[in-house]
């Protein structure tokens, strides 16, 4: 989804569960924008039993976060 509307996203944002369970690795990433053509964007999960995913930020948002 992302490769068809990547002339649309201004960045991708990381999104993780956070609970009890959260491992240290993805809490440090929960929060983090990458731009839409980083490599790290690629990977699906982390880790087995990841439950964090890439959330878009579209550049037509009245709000963009600042790419890191």
Known sequence: MFDANKQ???ALMRS???DD???????SLDGR???PD???T???QIHNNCRG????AMKDDEQLPEVS
Do not use: G, S, Y
């Open 8 to 10: 649309d996203i201004h």
């Open 16 to 18: 993780e569960v956070l």
């Open 21 to 27: 369970v959260v491992c240290d690795m993805c809490l």
């Open 33 to 35: 924008t990458f731009r």
């Open 38 to 40: 980083d490599q790290f």
């Open 42 to 44: 690629q990977i699906e």
């Open 53 to 56: 995913i890439f959330v878009a």
